[in-house]
């Protein structure tokens, strides 16, 4: 972040993966409202549930949190459809929606859905026609249904790739960083973490794609583990499997992850902020308690 910016206060959402029944839903729903999440996210893959409607139960269950797709998978989506999805999903939810967006990794997914599996250019391409296509809809007085928000329910879009990056810095409201990505050849959904710098690096070119927007977009990261410790490099040994190319302390530097005791991990998440710029921080559901100590501490600075 420049010394001439100031940061943008922060927000904070959670992303609820788990299927359940509407009653435990919505319950889950309001403890993240009690917690103080401002923002009840749903992802968009096949085994997890439905975004739209779960984002209107969720509306139901609760007052004060935004409500958002983290992210859709744009291949499953045709503009047309995804217009009228989104436009009555903000109406149905008194204008809560955030609409996030991606390119889509996991070529199982398409299989089963009978979706055509394409090649990474034309999934980008794919996002940017539904992304153009959508909102030229969503902006025109002849749609129906019509969104509430005006001039525009909020744009997300997720990805570290140059050509997503360029779409986030020429459409989207919100950059959403997820600090890891796919495996080069790979079409299996699997990913690897990205180390800060090269984090860094994507964010600092986004930064230059973005430079003559006449307003900043928000920048988000999800964070993949929260561990509340008082000895962090016990703390992510299980973690090393995954990873084992990694040290334990580059492991501790990864910024999707937060380690050690609150008062540790909220000063790693105001370095981040200080680093890269990240205001809007995700975490996964099974992190939603652990992190809701870190989240009111920092809303106390």
């Not at 509306?59 to 989104?86: I, K, M």
Request: charge should be negative; charged fraction near 25%.
């Amino acid at each position: 972040m420049s010394q001439s910016e100031s940061p943008r206060p922060f927000r904070f959402g959670v992303n609820q993966m788990t299927p359940a029944p509407a009653d435990e839903w919505r319950a889950k729903c309001r403890r993240a409202e009690q917690l103080g999440y401002d923002v009840i996210l749903v992802p968009d893959h096949l085994g997890m549930p439905a975004p739209f409607p779960a984002l209107v139960a969720a509306a139901e269950a609760t007052e004060r949190p935004r409500l958002g797709t983290f992210v859709l998978n744009a291949g499953f989506w045709n503009p047309a459809l995804l217009a009228r999805d989104v436009a009555t999903t903000d109406a149905l939810t008194g204008g809560r929606l955030e609409l996030g967006l991606g390119t889509g990794y996991v070529k199982a997914e398409h299989d089963t859905a009978g979706l055509p599996w394409v090649s990474p250019r034309e999934r980008v391409d794919h996002l940017r026609r539904t992304i153009e296509e959508s909102y030229r809809l969503l902006g025109s007085e002849d749609h129906q249904p019509q969104p509430v928000q005006k001039p525009r329910v909020p744009l997300l879009v997720g990805g570290n790739g140059d050509r997503v990056l360029r779409l986030t810095a020429e459409h989207a409201d919100i950059a959403a960083f997820t600090g890891a990505r796919s495996v080069r050849g790979s079409s299996t959904g699997k990913l690897e973490v990205m180390l800060a710098g090269e984090l860094e690096e994507r964010v600092g070119l986004y930064r230059e794609l973005a430079a003559g927007r006449k307003e900043p977009a928000e920048l988000n990261l999800l964070i993949q583990f929260v561990l509340e410790t008082d000895d962090r490099e016990a703390a992510v040994q299980p973690l090393m499997e995954r990873v084992p190319y990694l040290t334990a302390d580059q492991v501790l530097e990864l910024p999707i992850g937060l380690v050690g005791t609150v008062e540790e991990m909220t000063a790693q998440v105001l370095a981040q902020r200080e680093r890269y710029g990240f205001t809007y921080l995700t975490v996964l559901e099974p992190s939603m308690e652990a992190f809701a100590p870190v989240m009111a501490r920092l809303r106390a600075k």
